[in-house]
């Protein structure tokens, strides 16, 4: 039996000898096309192999590849020493997917590797091989003045090379660059026409919108209201929520058109559910202090109570006034005190409604605990901004016991962070656009995690050191919540004036300011 067994064992290593030189038969005689094939059926075992074989031989295509999957994560967990030494090599040897993955990690402050200067001479070496999506970087890198001086007229010139290629980052730059005049005439026939071709449907709308103002204020052009109304119809129809109250506006103060209350109320009903509230209560305040009307307290009046009637709170406020001057009716302090009360009653009710729903998701953690009232009404209004304008999530960290000691060595530190990270990943939607303040207990482990390269280094570490940690400086047990509102109050005052530039927009506006500020003042 002895014998059998070593017979049976025998037959069994030949047949898996057998097997290993097919495979081995296989993979030498595999080309870079069939690592192609397999990658592209998500066979990245098989693709890897042969990948893996061919960089041996020097094959930079592999080798590009292969830092493309080492970088990425595709089909092997990330491996960032591995993705750098093999984009490294085929870069050097002239590979344009890889000098421009090469020049996005030195582009991105992701993997701590930020060097505009390089960024920008790999993107140059892919660009002068007609690699598509460098030539649009190369452009970014132009209009932003990262890694060279700004020139917008050589930013346009690549946005526009790529956009004729059907790019769709670069075709939406073109229709921008077109309408703001930089680096070309300025030719709202062409923006737009740029604006029709990409599918960048906010920015399109936001666009828009910004040419509306434009008409209405003269701002770059001659002032002309119809052609405001034109711009912000469509921005509108295209759901920037802002433009419905830019027509309203327009024909609730008759800025340039026959004043038409009818019309004006139309457009103010759409901009929410209690949009319609919101313009009964400003025509009565018109009516109120004869502002674009003649005075009429009863009008006022009826206007008020209309707009009370579904639980707006400004609306009974007004009444509070009214019967507290007798303007229109009888003087009467106590009903003007019941007002009052109900409109503080429905304002608190909203709010803590509002804080209790939105700061689920805004402030992870142990943070909902730290932030002030007033501060956490400042923060979500920001927020929502900044989501509805910028598609940009923001989200706040402050963990009063995340387990990371100061005596762990840097390295072991680091490590923790990286499971810390992956932990504030799980608590917010990590597959958009995303900014996370971050400040841990003990205050030593301070950063702003944000994706995809929203903030630049400089811009981040100016936030850090120049305005957080400032604010940190002494705190204790017995002000822990007063540094805390102070570090992210400056943090976030200064990121805002940082994507307002960025971006050409004003995230301080309020969607629904009305006239209730300049009418009310007596």
Not at 7 to 28: H, P, Q, S, V
Not at 95 to 112: N, T, V, W
Not at 134 to 148: H, P, S
């Amino acid at each position: 039996s002895i014998v059998l067994t070593r017979e049976k064992g025998n037959i069994l290593l030949k047949k898996i000898i057998l097997i290993l030189g097919f495979f081995t038969t296989l993979l030498f005689s595999s080309s870079y096309e069939d690592g192609l094939k397999a990658y592209k059926n998500s066979d990245f075992k098989t693709a890897l192999l042969i990948f893996e074989e061919l960089a041996l031989k020097d094959d930079l295509k592999a080798q590009s590849k292969l830092g493309f999957m080492y970088l990425y994560a595709k089909g092997v967990d990330v491996d960032f020493n591995k993705a750098l030494s093999f984009l490294e090599k085929a870069s050097n040897k002239g590979d344009a997917e890889a000098q421009y993955h090469l020049g996005l990690i030195y582009f991105s402050d992701l993997y701590k590797k930020q060097d505009y200067k390089k960024a920008k001479v790999l993107f140059e070496k892919a660009t002068n091989q007609n690699h598509l999506y460098a030539q649009t970087f190369l452009g970014i890198m132009y209009q932003n003045g990262f890694g060279t001086k700004q020139n917008y007229s050589k930013a346009f010139e690549l946005f526009k090379k790529s956009a004729l290629r059907g790019e769709d980052v670069a075709i939406f730059k073109v229709g921008y660059f077109y309408l703001n005049g930089y680096g070309v005439k300025q030719n709202f026939e062409e923006a737009f026409k740029w604006y029709g071709l990409s599918k960048n449907l906010n920015g399109i709308a936001e666009a828009q919108y910004n040419l509306g103002n434009m008409y209405l204020n003269g701002i770059n052009v001659d002032k002309n209201v119809n052609e405001a109304l034109v711009w912000f119809e469509k921005s509108a129809l295209n759901g920037i929520k802002i433009s419905y109250k830019a027509i309203g506006d327009i024909y609730l103060k008759g800025n340039g058109v026959k004043q038409d209350f009818k019309e004006a109320l139309k457009w103010y009903e759409k901009i929410s559910p209690n949009g319609m509230d919101i313009a009964l209560n400003t025509l009565g305040l018109m009516y109120l202090s004869g502002k674009g009307v003649k005075k009429d307290y009863k009008k006022a009046l009826e206007l008020f109570e209309n707009s009370a009637a579904n639980e707006y709170e400004k609306a009974y406020s007004n009444l509070g006034y009214i019967y507290s001057y007798g303007l229109g009716v009888k003087q009467d302090k106590e009903k003007s005190q019941e007002f009052h009360k109900k409109a503080n009653e429905i304002l608190n009710k909203n709010y803590i409604h509002s804080i209790e729903e939105q700061s689920k998701h805004l402030f992870l953690s142990d943070t909902f605990k730290l932030i002030d009232s007033s501060n956490k009404s400042k923060f979500l209004t920001i927020s929502n901004n900044i989501k509805d304008r910028l598609d940009i999530n923001l989200y706040f960290m402050t963990s009063l016991d995340n387990n990371i000691s100061n005596d762990l060595t840097n390295i072991q530190q680091q490590e923790a962070f990286k499971k810390y990270y992956e932990y504030i990943k799980l608590h917010i939607n990590a597959s958009k656009n995303y900014i996370v303040f971050i400040i841990s207990a003990n205050q030593k482990h301070i950063d702003i995690i944000n994706y995809p390269n929203i903030l630049s280094n400089d811009e981040k570490n100016e936030i850090i050191n120049n305005l957080i940690i400032p604010e940190l400086k002494n705190i204790g047990s017995n002000n822990i919540e007063e540094k805390i509102n102070l570090a992210y109050k400056t943090g976030v005052e200064r990121l805002v004036e940082i994507l307002n530039k960025k971006y050409n927009i004003n995230l301080n506006s309020d969607y629904y300011e009305s006239l209730n500020t300049s009418l009310q003042k007596k």
